[in-house]
């Protein structure tokens, strides 16, 4: 069973800081890629950060500069550390893991989100 859970969101002023985790677990040792994604009220959702299979790591240039991604492999959990954060951050932040090649029964492509943690960003 995959599962993802997101935690550390909350309510914070403009130019506070949040630091988001995502702990996964479930066929742990297959190979995958875990990504961060958001959804503002009344908006869809869009990509906000991902780290690649070569370590790269990406993001949307409403967050650079502001925003860090990490994970902790042992750990199995990603990160991402939110600084200067704007009203237009606010939003519900998701945590997506996408699996590489076969796992057991699971095929390439193989997708699932968490339930999300919500972040508001008050002026």
């Known amino acids: 069973q995959v599962q993802l859970v997101e935690s550390g969101g909350g309510s914070v002023q403009a130019g506070g800081s949040l630091r988001l985790s995502c702990a996964t677990s479930g066929y742990t040792d297959c190979s995958y890629d875990m990504s961060w994604y958001r959804q503002a009220p009344g908006k869809e959702r869009e990509f906000v950060s991902s780290?690649?299979?070569?370590?790269?790591?990406r993001y949307a240039d409403s967050v650079k500069g502001r925003f860090t991604i990490s994970q902790d492999n042992a750990k199995n959990t990603q990160y991402l550390q939110m600084n200067s954060l704007k009203v237009e951050d606010t939003g519900m932040y998701y945590c997506?893991?996408?699996?590489?090649?076969?796992?057991?029964?699971?095929?390439?492509?193989?997708?699932?989100w968490g339930q999300g943690t919500q972040v508001t960003v008050s002026s």
């Open positions: 780290i690649d299979n070569d370590g790269s790591k």
């Open positions: 997506k893991r996408v699996f590489r090649s076969w796992c057991w029964t699971l095929r390439p492509g193989a997708t699932y």
